[in-house]
């Protein structure tokens, strides 16, 4: 079983440990999953007691549902689809036409979980593109149950001055746009019970100062979950979002200097999270465990506390 294959070809030293330095990789943007050196994101198992890991265990919390994923290639997307598909989901996932390799992979990764999984690959920044999902998803899937506007980038700028206005708004049709056009789009064919997560970041709340324009895109989600929840709850569908801190995933090596990375674990726990730890908490909020909870963000930070 998948579950074992990944645990077993990383290993419990490939586990996080507090005070754990990521090893120091580059890669070209988008960044791959698949060429990421060890330690490999965990996509399907969390940690547990002994530091060690363990296999998500699944309650058919999602059973019939269908979801669709942006940026569900790798990193966290991926364990969303994976963890989705042992709940019982359903999905279509959307990537970059690049990101091929890895979506390939997460489509597998869902199969072998017992369920359908169909990918995408279009450019979201063209909000015909986000149509363009829709319409594959309601041909595909046959519905949407789940939203997870998940997809997004970032650059390092240490100062406004150098802040290119088109790094500006490339990071912002990227990052927050897409969020609006695909639930817009989405929402007539969404009925009650459905549900709407974006994921947003711990940096909306600290204001991290060499990310300000995914930094500003990040707070622009929060606000965006806040005043849509409102709008839709009418409807009988909730709108959440997530705000992970540092995460081991692709967009990590593609995106951040040398500095940043030899960073990464500075947070309370001492350690990066694993993707599949973050997409724990998108499960939670797609199935009805969390029935009583809409416009609200929830926080896998490693402990940094946001008052958020």
């Known amino acids: 079983m998948q579950e074992y294959t990944e645990r077993s070809s990383q290993g419990n030293s490939s586990q996080f440990k507090p005070g754990h330095e990521i090893p120091i990789q580059h890669q070209k943007k988008p960044g791959l ?116 506007n998940n997809a997004g980038t970032q650059n390092m700028i240490d100062d406004i001055k150098d802040l290119e206005e088109s790094q500006w708004e490339m990071t912002f049709d990227t990052n927050i746009h897409p969020f609006y056009y695909l639930s817009k789009y989405a929402l007539p064919h969404m009925e009650s019970g459905s549900t709407i997560i974006n994921c947003a970041s711990v940096n909306a709340y600290i204001g991290r ?57 500075s947070v309370p726990m001492g350690r990066p999270g694993q993707p599949s730890e973050i997409a724990t908490c998108f499960v939670f909020l797609a199935s009805m465990d969390s029935s009583y909870i809409s416009g609200q963000c929830l926080h896998p930070n490693g402990g940094v506390v946001v008052n958020g």
Not at 74 to 100: C, K, N, Q, W, Y
């Open 33 to 148: 999953q698949a060429d990421l050196e060890q330690p490999k994101p965990a996509s399907s198992c969390i940690p547990d007691e002994e530091g060690g890991y363990q296999s998500y265990k699944a309650a058919g919390k999602l059973v019939g549902k269908r979801a669709v994923i942006t940026g569900g290639d790798s990193g966290i997307g991926r364990a969303i689809a994976i963890l989705f598909a042992m709940e019982g989901a359903t999905s279509l996932i959307v990537h970059l036409p690049e990101e091929d390799k890895d979506a390939q992979e997460t489509k597998r990764r869902v199969e072998e979980a017992g369920q359908e999984c169909h990918c995408l690959a279009t450019d979201l920044r063209k909000r015909e593109n986000c149509r363009r999902v829709i319409d594959a998803a309601l041909e595909k899937l046959g519905g949407i149950d789940i939203l997870i």
């Open 209 to 265: 100062p060499d990310l300000l324009d995914y930094t500003s895109t990040k707070g622009a989600i929060v606000a965006f979950t806040r005043g849509l929840s409102n709008q839709q709850i009418k409807n009988g569908i909730r709108v959440n979002c997530v705000c992970p801190g540092p995460v081991w995933t692709p967009l990590i090596p593609a995106t951040m200097n040398t500095s940043a990375m030899e960073q990464f674990s």
